[in-house]
């Protein structure tokens, strides 16, 4: 992982017009889902992210041939992918454990060739996410799994992934998978999307109960039903999957990126600016937009016959709003940080809460030194911000991904000098992200070290 620094200038109003990209958190499911069919396919607006090149990594690693284009139209970014045949039983532990969505291959290759090795996949520390429930829904549909662990080998600066030395490895069977009804503890998006593309290729009707409703689910049951799959009723807390023979090949168009959406609209409000967003879908971010106009944000929207838009725009200090997290069509997690980091500017205090992963704090420190006056509640996944009339510039390390956007927002805001270290956290979810915010009149620099004096006036 990248350990790249930004040096941000801060303090310049942010106005203009930016394109939403492609989005992370469909693409990568998407990717993996091509495991499904030996025929092509063709993914258009993949954006140029860590992650995606991870996936993609794995899907060669199995002996897929991924070729990357534009569309000749659009001049999109897209990605032919074709597995033919899998000639590698055992997935790379060194990528699995790079991200977490690495485990969105286990269903998929199952599903497919019957019998897989899948080792323990990785990601940003936000707190305990077991994939427990992906292994569960795999087994209703019939699968055999089998965990065992093993002492990791060292990288070569001597290092493990995991504090014991030890890999975890899940070594899943099944002739033929079957059709289920799978109940979710919690509306997981990953187990939702992990067991709909198994049972895609399974015999009979499956049901997943309590299913993720996020806008990216639909997205890959979009693309699952262009193979031939037949995937009912997805955005619904009740999807229906009816099990084919086989899948073909398909070309499909990944959604905009709503949490770019989000952020790109939050670095609008924390810097006084004002900024038209294209390619974003406007109902993706509800919830935000919901937020943001009660802490007097101006938002609009503009529809065009080709795409929808959205406008954002701050005049003044925001106010303080409290808002908590929650499974789609509340306020995502992801979203949280970024709006943090406003509420540290907001007339008065505001107090946030994270339903959904223990950890998602861990940036607030990063806030602290920028100025930002909060309590931490952890047991209670509650943080109590009390509105500052402005920030300053900091030097700090960026903790995970979303939570480094959160810190990117505060150097924004804060006139004068910011080091934001370790931004390849960042790079796993944004792409190009200081060309994108520089566009809009921001002063973002990437440098291998920031060696300025402190005291930079």
């Known amino acids: ?35 499904l069919t030996e025929d092509t396919c063709v993914i258009e607006d993949v954006p140029r992210l860590a992650d995606e090149r991870i996936m993609t990594s794995i899907l060669r690693h199995f002996g897929a041939t991924v070729t990357e284009g534009s569309d000749l139209h659009t001049g999109l970014r897209t990605l032919e992918v074709r597995l033919a045949q899998k000639v590698t039983n055992t997935s790379p532990p060194n990528l699995m454990k790079e991200m977490r969505s690495s485990i969105f291959i286990l269903g998929p ?26 292994l569960e829904g795999l087994k209703a549909l019939g699968a055999s799994i089998d965990v065992r662990e093993e002492l990791e080998r060292p990288d070569v600066d001597g290092r ?65 039903n262009a193979m031939g799959a037949k995937v009912r009723f997805a955005g619904s807390e009740r999807i229906i999957i009816t099990g084919v023979e086989r899948l073909h090949g398909a070309t499909h168009r990944v959604i905009p990126d709503r949490i770019e959406t989000g952020t790109l609209m939050v670095a609008a409000a924390i810097t006084g600016g004002e900024v038209l967003l294209e390619n974003a879908i406007p109902e993706h971010v509800e919830a935000l937009s919901r937020i943001l106009h009660s802490a007097g944000v101006r938002i609009w929207e503009e529809n065009s016959p080709y795409e929808s838009r959205i406008g954002a725009g701050m005049t003044g200090r925001p106010s303080a709003v409290d808002f908590e997290t929650g499974p789609y069509p509340h306020l995502a997690t992801d979203l949280q940080p970024a709006l943090t980091a406003l509420m ?35 047991k209670a996944r509650r943080l109590l911000v009390e509105g500052q009339p402005s920030l300053k510039p900091s030097d700090v390390v960026v903790p995970d991904l979303r939570g480094g956007a959160a810190l990117i927002l505060a150097a924004l805001a804060s006139p004068g000098i910011s080091c934001i270290r370790g931004v390849g956290h960042v790079d796993r979810g944004y792409e190009a992200v200081e060309s994108k915010l520089n566009r809009l009149g921001a002063v973002i620099k990437r440098v291998k070290n920031c060696d300025i004096p402190w005291d930079h006036p």
């Open 160 to 224: 493990t992934s995991d504090p014991d030395g030890k890999i975890s490895y899940y070594h899943a069977v099944a002739r033929k998978l079957h059709g289920a009804t799978i109940s979710l503890p919690f509306p997981s998006v990953g187990a939702t999307e992990n067991i709909m593309m198994a049972a895609t290729l399974a015999g009979g009707e499956s049901v997943i109960l309590n299913a993720a409703r996020e806008p990216e689910v639909v997205d890959l049951a979009n693309f699952l």
């Open 344 to 378: 540290c500017l907001a007339n008065g205090r505001s107090l946030i809460t994270d339903t959904v992963f223990p950890n998602r704090f861990a940036f607030a420190d990063g806030l602290q030194s920028f100025g930002a006056v909060m309590e931490h509640f952890p």
């Open 1 to 35: 992982m990248s350990s790249d620094t930004f040096l941000i200038e801060g303090g310049h109003r942010l106005e203009g017009v930016v394109r939403v990209g492609g989005a992370k958190n469909s693409v990568l499911p998407i990717l993996a889902a091509t495991i």
């Open 109 to 134: 290759l199952l599903a497919r060739f019957g019998e897989t090795t899948v080792t323990q996949p990785g990601g940003c520390s936000l707190g305990e996410r077991p994939i427990d429930w992906h």
